[in-house]
Structure formats: C-alpha cells, structure tokens
C-alpha cells in the first residue's frame, strides 16, 4: 500500500470546523482513501473512505484532490469528543492484509 | 454484545512468563486481524485470518509469538516467555468478508478496545 503523509498534531475550538490534511502523492488509480481515528483508551474506529469523489457521512466529509494526490477529512462542528487520533490510510486490492497505520494526526480540540 | 470483544483489558506478567489475549469478533466476520501498538505509534499488524486459516503471520515479531483461531470465530494471541519490549496495547479487529477482490478496497475493519500487556 502508498505511503500518507499528515501533520503530527492539529489544534481547533469546539463547534468550529476542522480540515485534516493527507498528502499521498503516490496514490494508484485503484487505491481507496480510508480514514480511521482512535479515541483514547479505544481501538481505532471507522471514519470514512472513498475512491475519486467527495463522500459525506454523519460523521464526517472526505474531500478528494482531482489529482488523487491529497485529501482531507472534514469535520463540519467539531466537539471535544473529536479529540482523538486520526489515521489517512491507503488501501490496494493486491495490497497488505489489514491497515497499515502511520502516526497519524492528533487532534487537540479546545473548549 | 454487538461489537469485537478482547480480554482481559489489562494484562500484568513478570518477565519469562506466558500470557494468553482473547478476542470475540463480530458474530460471522470473516476476517480477523491482531495488531500491536506501542506508546505514541500507530498499530503495526501482526496477523491475519481467514476463518480458521491464518494467512499471513509475516508481522508476528519472534517466534514467541503465537495466534489461532481453531473454529473460525475466537482467537488468541499467545507470546511465551514475555520479554520487557512485548509490553504494548494488543488491539484485535474483524471484517465480515475475506475474498479477493474488492473487500480489500472497501471492506471497514472493526476493532476491540484492546489489552494493555505490561511485562515487568
């Protein structure tokens, strides 16, 4: 699987947005963009993922770069349960089994 | 309950011992992954099965390190004779499929809450 790229530690204010960003120059055609974040004490959890066009869900939005090259994870009203690290993995169908995890972006949210 | 299961939550031993980590997935899930992370990191895979057939164990880091999954469902992670640097939180995840193909692509992985080991 591609290798990402994202900001050790991020800092917002509650119910304010927040633009997570990934960088993954080295994306395949075929490679879907996964985001996972783990809260503290916790395993990893489930954000989002795409392959080409922006996804929302009601947790979050997945903006995708035209040229695949970046990404960003969109949290519309972040709250201080937001805090938590998050993860900009690639997957490939002939890819690693499971998730290859980097040290992602720990996310400070501020009262 | 309806998500994967792991205990014990925390694991002490003394330094030679041998520990055993449960993990309950997802009733029907396929796929089951264990994970290791250490403080400040990312998880790092460690093994994966298929049903009761571990297909890749390429992460595992010694010989120590033991993982099974008789009858498809629960596993356990085994590691004999803990050394100092096995102490880590062991995170399982399971995925409901595990063809080829497309799972890999869009399949989400599930996880535990994970076992603190800490080896004294």
């Known amino acids: 699987d591609a290798k990402t790229t994202q900001p050790n530690s991020m800092e917002s204010n509650e119910e304010e947005p927040v633009h997570l960003p990934c960088n993954h120059s080295?994306?395949?055609?075929?490679?879907?963009i996964h985001w996972y974040r783990q809260l503290p004490s916790q395993g990893p959890e489930y954000v989002i993922h795409?392959?080409?066009s922006n996804v929302n869900n009601r947790m979050a939005s997945l903006a995708i770069a035209e040229d695949r090259k970046s990404s960003t994870l969109i949290l519309h009203r972040a709250t201080l349960r937001d805090a938590a690290v998050y993860y900009c993995?690639?997957?490939?169908?002939?890819?690693?089994?499971?998730?290859?995890f980097g040290k992602g972006t720990h996310l400070i949210i501020q009262p | 309950g309806a998500g994967v299961s792991q205990s014990p939550r925390y694991k002490v031993a003394k330094r030679g011992q041998d520990v055993a980590l449960r993990c309950d997935p997802i009733?029907?899930?396929?796929?089951l992954f264990w994970y290791q992370q250490a403080l400040g990191q990312g998880p790092e895979f460690l093994t994966y099965?298929?049903?009761?057939?571990?297909?890749?164990k390429s992460g595992l880091p010694s010989d120590r390190f033991f993982a099974e999954r008789p009858e498809g469902s629960v596993s356990t992670l085994k590691i004999q004779r803990t050394q100092q640097e096995d102490s880590a939180v062991y995170l399982c995840?399971?995925?409901?499929?595990?063809?080829?193909?497309?799972?890999?692509?869009?399949?989400?992985?599930?996880f535990g809450s994970g076992t603190q080991l800490s080896v004294l």
């Open positions: 995840a399971s995925s409901r499929e595990g063809s080829a193909g497309d799972w890999r692509t869009n399949e989400k992985l599930f």
């Open positions: 080295t994306i395949s055609g075929t490679d879907y």
């Open positions: 795409g392959l080409t």
């Open positions: 993995i690639l997957r490939s169908r002939g890819g690693a089994d499971g998730l290859t």
């Open positions: 009733s029907g899930h396929v796929s």
């Open positions: 099965f298929q049903n009761e057939a571990q297909l890749d």
